[in-house]
């Protein structure tokens, strides 16, 4: 079984930035698609950011330009560097390591909050 941690959250105000990290328990972050989700108060898990095995990054649009995926295989670690924070940042963020048709597990989450 592998565990992924999320760290970095935290309370901070608009325009600020934060860093998350996401851990993995095993080497897997580079031979998996690794993403970030987020889930609202009261609202259903949303798509964040992603970066596939063979290094490409896509992001949803809410967060283009603002937050940026990557990841250091040698700390078998993926972070996702969020600036310009706005309010409807606000969320518990997860962070994913899927191989389709392997494996597909989740973090416990961070919980990021951007008060205006």
């Known amino acids: 079984q592998v565990q992924l941690v999320e760290s970095g959250g935290g309370l901070v105000q608009a325009g600020d930035s934060l860093r998350l990290s996401c851990a993995a328990s095993k080497t897997i972050v580079s031979n998996s698609n690794m993403g970030w989700y987020r889930q609202a108060p009261e609202k259903q898990r949303e798509f964040v950011a992603r970066i596939t095995s063979g290094g490409t990054t896509n992001s949803a649009d809410s967060v283009k330009g603002r937050f940026t995926i990557s990841r250091d295989n040698a700390k078998n670690t993926v972070y996702l560097q969020m600036n310009s924070l706005k309010p409807e940042d606000t969320a518990v963020y997860y962070c994913?390591?899927?191989?389709?048709?392997?494996?597909?597990?989740w973090g416990q989450g961070t919980q990021v909050t951007v008060s205006s």
């Open positions: 994913r390591a899927e191989r389709v048709g392997r494996y597909d597990y």
